[in-house]
């Protein structure tokens, strides 16, 4: 079976998740895909290492185009029906870059109630927390435009594991954590030296 959409590299599919990815931060089409990035645009892990593989990079903004025509509410509900994927993650690469294209997540939502969908953003603005579907978990990335809101579930990157505060859930090795938490650590996995970026925490 061939999808059109979806993917799982090897952190999501030991767990059976399912993802959807469109080009970090801007598309070669100028389309910026991050709009709310500030401090992780520099080291952003989806700028580096594997994601550059040309095959990749095409694959990425071919997803971007369909995102942007009328047919892609039923073909991505298509695609999910068709991996009988029971978890989404929306964007290891790239962010909700438009509220119309937040609009047509949350139409695919609403008509797969049985599948759990989940995204780390930088776009949390952009939502109305109210009408948030039961079958989203939507999780506050810091390192952008705005500050998170810690009483929201959110996630915050550390230098190392060691860094993790003890309150906080590791989700480096498994993305489910991020699904059953409210407040997640990862450890900063890019192929090149952070150099201290201010997103990047350390241990107190």
């Not at 369909?66 to 029971?86: Q, Y």
Request: with cysteine.
């Amino acid at each position: 079976m061939k999808l059109k959409f979806l993917t799982s590299n090897s952190k999501l599919k030991k767990d059976g998740i399912f993802g959807f990815d469109i080009p970090a931060y801007k598309s070669t089409t100028g389309l910026i895909t991050c709009p709310m990035a500030k401090d992780c645009i520099a080291n952003c892990y989806a700028r580096q290492g594997t994601y550059q593989f040309s095959i990749v990079k095409q694959k990425y903004e071919r997803n971007l185009a369909a995102t942007l025509t009328d047919d892609f509410v039923i073909d991505m509900i298509t695609d999910i029906i068709e991996s009988k994927a029971a978890i989404i993650r929306i964007h290891s690469s790239g962010d909700f870059y438009s509220r119309e294209y937040i609009f047509k997540w949350l139409k695919i939502m609403d008509s797969l109630p049985h599948v759990q969908f989940y995204a780390y953003t930088k776009s949390f603005k952009m939502f109305d927390y109210e009408a948030l579907p039961s079958n989203f978990k939507l999780i506050q990335s810091e390192g952008g435009v705005h500050a998170i809101d810690t009483s929201k579930p959110h996630a915050r990157v550390y230098d190392s594991e060691d860094s993790f505060p003890t309150d906080y859930s590791n989700a480096s090795a498994s993305d489910l954590v991020a699904v059953l938490s409210e407040k997640i650590a990862l450890s900063y996995h890019g192929s090149k030296p952070h150099n201290g970026n201010a997103f990047i925490n350390k241990a107190a």
